[in-house]
């Protein structure tokens, strides 16, 4: 068997590696730090959502009971339910606040709350904050 000669390299083929390899590698880091920054967003959200889930929760456990025809009736009242979903957002929420509190059948409480995200690492391509708000909705264990 015989070598083949090999060719000659014309001088503008150096370092066409070296900058393909940087420039994979600026994009892995941006597609890393986006990630990040979407699961970080991903969180706060599911965050939020816990902290509605407890408000309303807690929420639908301020009712006023009563009796009528000798059953036990449990009431939730606008105020009550404000109250109590008030109580909960102040001592879990952090940066959280409670938009919304009220009960629209009188036995179902339901409960807004908002935040803001703000990016853990910030890059070119995700914005500086996003408002999240998240909604949930609790019934009295009494009806």
């Known amino acids: 068997m015989r070598a083949r000669p090999v ?5 503008d083929d150096e370092g066409s590696v070296l900058l393909l390899t ?6 892995a880091l941006v597609a890393v730090l986006v990630c990040a920054d979407a699961t970080s967003l991903y969180l706060a959200q599911k965050r939020l959502d816990s902290l509605a889930d407890a408000a309303a929760l807690a929420a639908a456990d301020g009712f006023e009971l009563s009796v009528e025809n000798g059953e036990p009736v449990a009431l939730l009242t606008a105020d009550g339910v404000r ?14 606040s ?5 009960t629209p059948d009188g036995v179902s409480a339901r409960v807004t709350v908002a935040g803001t995200w703000h990016p853990p690492v910030l890059t070119l391509f995700v914005p ?9 909705t ?5 009806r």
């Not at 060719?7 to 001088?11: I, L, S």
């Not at 500086?128 to 949930?136: F, I, M």
């Open 83 to 96: 109250d109590q979903a008030q109580a909960m957002v102040d001592e879990v929420g952090g940066a959280a």
């Open 7 to 11: 060719p000659p390299r014309d001088a």
């Open 98 to 102: 409670l938009v919304s509190a009220g």
């Open 138 to 142: 609790s019934r009295t264990a009494l």
């Open 22 to 27: 940087l420039g994979y590698g600026a994009l």
């Open 128 to 136: 500086d904050g996003v408002a999240l708000e998240a909604t949930a």
